[in-house]
């Protein structure tokens, strides 16, 4: 399955932003999907992830209560609402797909897309 994320951008601390990654190629509700995030100097780190059928959600810690992970099947997209933003969501976003249940690391995860620059101004 191929991935493209797009929806990044600059906005200010408490701000909102909504990130998506549209999927081609094969069945898209055939694939749970990740989020994950990269700041400079920084190992890639795990957001949030929703199982294939979008009844299961997981999250990091850090984005609990702020960020939530949906998806729509029949559109082939995977959205990421971003609130309450703060400096250390600044990172580049990519989004990732496996063929089996939600998963938190990122070598679980076999298709990529490219990252999508989020930052957040204080």
């Known amino acids: 399955v191929q991935l493209q994320a797009f929806g990044g951008g600059l906005v200010q601390a408490g701000g909102s932003l909504r990130l998506s990654c549209a999927a081609s190629?094969?069945?898209?509700?055939?694939?749970?999907v990740g989020w994950f995030r990269q700041a400079p100097g920084k190992e890639r780190e795990f957001v949030a992830a929703?199982?294939?059928?979008?009844?299961?959600?997981v999250y990091a810690d850090s984005v609990k209560g702020r960020f939530t992970i949906s998806r729509e099947n029949t559109e082939n997209t995977v959205n990421l609402q971003m609130n309450s933003l703060k400096p250390e969501d600044t990172a580049v976003y990519y989004c990732a797909a496996r063929a089996f249940n939600v998963a938190t690391l990122a070598t679980q995860y076999d298709s990529w897309g490219r990252g999508t620059q989020v930052t957040v101004s204080s």
């Open positions: 190629g094969r069945t898209f509700s055939n694939y749970a």
């Open positions: 929703i199982s294939r059928s979008g009844g299961s959600t």
